[in-house]
Antibody
Framework: QLQLQESGPGLVKPSETLSLTCTVS??????????WGWIRQPPGKGLEWIGS???????YYNPSLKSRVTISVDTSKNQFSLKLSSVTAADTAVYYC????????????WGQGTMVTVSS | AIRITQSPSSLSASTGDRVTITCRAS??????LAWYQQKPGKAPKLLIY???TLQSGVPSRFSGSGSGTDFTLTISCLQSEDFATYYC?????????FGPGTKVDIK
């Protein structure tokens, strides 16, 4: 069955760029039905949607993060990626990748999440 | 952005209890609402979408209702594995937004 797996550095210095990749296995990221998204959760807090991308490269971003976020897709590798620039301690969180149908729709499949700490 | 509130923020219950959690949207979202369950250290799990449609594999003791601005998640007979935090999420419009969560713990 379809699985998502986040990867990337667990520690990022303040003012630098956070970079994560989500690898999709058991299915194609190029499926015409689905968008691929990033959601984060600071320690002990709730969930925040960061943005989503379609395999064609079409993106939607959360306006609260839009100036610092870039989401891209690499269909040849069945991966999509997140870049968040100028990070601060407030960006410390578990970052999840997840799938939702276009339309839009709920997130039906999630990665296990990866903890990213912003600290010098 | 559409704001989502949830109540209560936490509750204590016993196995076998009926539990109801409420979610309210700041504007009408039709039935574009999902409910998730999250256990410590784990990713959220989709329980219900379209306000009342049970995701495949989710036990029938979970049910959802509502439309417009007011929604409820009901667990008809709480089981030990149901102690977790529950989030609602609207997908009526971007940006997607989540409620702050309701923690269900053991009385």
């Amino acid at each position: 069955q379809l699985q998502l797996q986040e990867s990337g550095p667990g520690l990022v210095k303040p003012s630098e760029t956070l970079s994560l990749t989500c690898t999709v296995s058991g299915g194609s990221i190029s499926s015409s039905s689905y968008y691929w998204g990033w959601i984060r959760q600071p320690p002990g807090k709730g969930l925040e949607w960061i943005g989503s991308i379609y395999y064609s490269g079409s993106t939607y971003y959360n306006p609260s993060l839009k100036s610092r976020v870039t989401i891209s897709v690499d269909t040849s590798k069945n991966q999509f990626s997140l870049k968040l620039s100028s990070v601060t301690a407030a960006d410390t969180a578990v970052y999840y990748c997840a799938r939702h149908e276009g339309g839009p729709d709920a997130f039906d499949i999630w990665g296990q999440g990866t903890m990213v700490t912003v600290s010098s | 952005a559409i704001r989502i509130t949830q109540s209560p923020s936490s509750l204590s219950a016993s196995t076998g209890d009926r539990v109801t959690i409420t979610c309210r949207a700041s504007q009408g979202i039709s039935s574009y609402l999902a409910w998730y369950q999250q256990k410590p250290g784990k990713a959220p799990k989709l329980l219900i979408y379209a306000a009342s449609t049970l995701q495949s594999g989710v036990p029938s003791r979970f049910s959802g209702s509502g439309s417009g601005t007011d929604f409820t998640l009901t667990i008809s007979c709480l089981q030990s594995e149901d102690f977790a935090t529950y989030y609602c999420q609207q997908y009526y419009s971007y940006p997607f937004t989540f409620g702050p969560g309701t923690k269900v713990d053991i009385k």
